[in-house]
């Protein structure tokens, strides 16, 4: 029954998208490719289809020339043959080059058929396969990424405006955090935990050194006020928290993070000695499919990617589309004002409220409405550098916590100057302030502790990201391993 109504949902949804039942299909970004005679079919596990529909879909062109089908787009020139399992390739630049393909082309009924994977890849496309509608999804990246970034230019020039240098330029910044937490008591008085971080980081390109001078001896208070310590561990604690140090190496390409943690024999009951480091395999940045992504467009495109390849790939570019659709509505161009010299983003309680009796009327708004305060403004300038402000407090409804955020602050390449105050009704004030400051530097980071030092792998004979039977011995599916 299940397996009834999801084919009846397949067959809709690729009728309404241009696809033809029991015909294998070709999507190029969002639409199907129509093929009025010769069609595309699976031999030996491949795609193959006729080229001509595939390239006209590109824009480009196909003609024969000496028994060959030469396709010509964007000053890419292909050769294929029949029976021949390598394409001969011309670039824009004129570079000749010859490309092995891993089944050869074919011709039938009077059509060239050759691998689609091969001929999309090759041209700098995302190819994904779609199994409940039997459809080869091509996806041409610049060309997505450059049309929904074409709707967040201001935020854009932001993101860019945060990038620092080349792969091979080394920075470093230096940073402080401070924190003031006022517990309030009207009967024995207001109790105020100070605590603060100097914090130094270094970077170049996937390789990041971090360390944390930590000043936290009043943490150790607070949990014991709250009951948590006793007198000998308050002791013990905050003689540990008092002048602590924090210390990260994070080597993106090797995929390995190693970590010395303050009070680490406390927090491991003493399994590990103060003053180890914890080795730690973590997904390499060469492995993610994000890495490199500095703008609105490459992100939507890369999250939407990811989720197709285990959902359901011919909504994909649909998908996209929406998600960029609803996102310009709170953070793209139209959205912006211009004001001396900045471009000026506001949304206050009024535009919460607007948007609420938009959907459902003024009463609804009036019984929806979440927010007793709501004031959110960004300023971004020409050069990049912004500002922000955020006040937010949600009403008194007699039921749940009251709180309070009230935050502002600069961000520039160079700079950031942040101070957010945290208030929860009748319970606490937490103020913070940040600083920090980035420049160039000719100091290189490390990629592992330094010889000499004691290093232990606590995931050591394991795979720490393999979880191969769920707990009533069942395999785990592969998307879950």
């Known amino acids: 029954w299940w397996d009834y109504w999801d084919g009846q949902r397949v067959e809709r949804t690729r009728a309404q998208l241009g696809g033809v039942a029991g015909q ?26 006729p080229c001509r529909q595939v390239l006209e879909a590109f824009g480009g062109t196909v003609t024969h020339e000496n028994g060959e089908a030469v396709c010509r787009l964007e000053g890419v020139t292909m050769r294929f043959k029949d029976g021949r399992d390598t394409a001969a390739m011309t670039l824009a630049d004129g570079t000749e080059t010859i490309v092995q393909m891993d089944v ?65 330029d080394h920075y470093k910044t230096t940073a402080k955090l401070e924190g003031d937490l006022t517990m309030l008591d009207s009967i024995n008085g207001n ?23 930590l000043k936290l001896g009043d943490l150790a ?70 890495a490199g992504v500095t703008a609105v467009g490459g992100a939507l495109y890369e999250n939407e990617l990811a989720y197709a390849k285990y959902g359901t790939p011919v909504l994909v570019y649909r998908d996209m589309m929406e998600t960029a659709g609803e996102l310009a509505a709170y953070v793209g161009d139209e959205c912006f004002q211009s004001n001396g010299g900045y471009s000026v983003l506001r949304y206050d309680k009024a535009d919460y409220e607007a948007a609420l009796a938009a959907e459902g009327g003024e009463e609804y708004a009036q019984w929806a409405s979440e927010f007793e305060k709501l004031d959110l403004e960004l300023k971004i300038a020409q050069s990049g550098d912004a500002t922000f402000r955020v006040l937010v407090q949600n009403k008194d409804s007699g039921y749940g916590d009251v709180v309070l955020v009230d935050a502002s602050g600069s961000v520039s390449a160079a700079k950031v100057n942040m101070q957010m105050l945290l208030r929860l009704k009748n319970q606490f004030d937490l103020s913070l302030r940040y600083t920090a400051s980035t420049s160039a530097t000719t100091a290189q980071p490390v990629t592992a502790p330094p010889a000499g030092e004691t290093v232990i792998d606590p995931y050591e004979g394991e795979d720490p990201f393999e979880y191969p039977y769920e707990e009533n011995g069942s395999p785990v599916p592969e998307l879950f391993a």
Do not use: H
């Open 24 to 49: 294998v299909g070709v999507m190029v970004d969002g639409t199907y490719v129509q093929f009025p005679d010769a069609v595309p079919e699976v031999v030996n596990g491949r795609t193959m289809v």
């Open 191 to 213: 109790q105020t935990y100070r605590f603060s971080a100097d914090m130094e980081l270094l970077a170049s390109g996937t390789t990041v050194n971090f360390t944390a001078k």
């Open 221 to 290: 208070k607070l949990m014991a006020a709250a009951g948590m310590l006793g007198d000998e561990d308050l002791a013990q604690l905050a003689a540990s928290l008092k002048d602590a140090r924090l210390e990260v190496i994070y080597d993106g390409e090797g995929g390995m993070m190693y970590m010395k943690v303050p009070g680490l024999s406390q927090l491991t009951y003493g399994t590990y000695a103060d003053g180890c480091w914890l080795a730690m395999p973590v997904t390499s940045l060469t492995e993610l499919e994000s």
């Open 104 to 168: 050869p082309c074919y011709y039938k009924n009077g059509r060239t058929y050759i691998p689609v994977r091969f001929f999309a890849e090759a041209l700098g496309c995302d190819v994904l396969w779609d199994g409940a509608y039997d459809t080869a999804v091509i996806l041409r990246r610049d060309k997505i990424t450059a049309e929904l970034d074409s709707r967040f230019t201001v935020l854009n020039r932001f993101l860019k405006a945060m990038q620092s240098g080349g792969p091979g």
